[in-house]
């Protein structure tokens, strides 16, 4: 398992989760280690996409404006976006439809 830290509660009581995020136009992924359960998806793309290209974004269209984060619905076999604005907590806790598989929560990210 190449996710070292399992979600555990933080001084408050709030879990911090591993997050995987995945860029399946150019077969890549990334886990953020510590993904605090009340921090919007905003605030990590802001770090991850703000300043510098990721090396692997060839065609230089990973901006945070054009970013647009997904999450497969297992049971409808559908996929579901995600509002950069909402919290972790807000898509694990508050949807019906979102599955954590093998205690890590799996995102897609794609461009528009």
């Known amino acids: 398992n190449p996710i070292s830290k399992p979600v555990h509660l933080d001084e408050q009581d709030k879990l911090v989760w ?9 077969g890549q992924s990334e ?25 692997w974004d060839v065609k230089r269209e990973y901006t945070t404006d054009k ?30 439809r979102y599955v954590v598989v093998s205690g890590t929560p799996t995102f897609i990210v794609l461009v528009t």
Request: charged share 25%.
């Open 67 to 96: 970013i647009e984060i997904w999450y497969e619905d297992l049971v409808k076999c559908s996929y579901i976006q995600v509002s950069k604005d909402s919290t972790l907590g807000d898509v694990i806790n508050h949807s019906k």
């Open 31 to 55: 886990v953020i280690l510590e993904f605090h359960e009340e921090s919007r998806f905003v605030d990590h793309i802001n770090v991850m996409f703000g300043d510098e290209f990721a090396p």
């Open 18 to 26: 591993p997050v995987m995020f995945l860029y399946p136009e150019y």
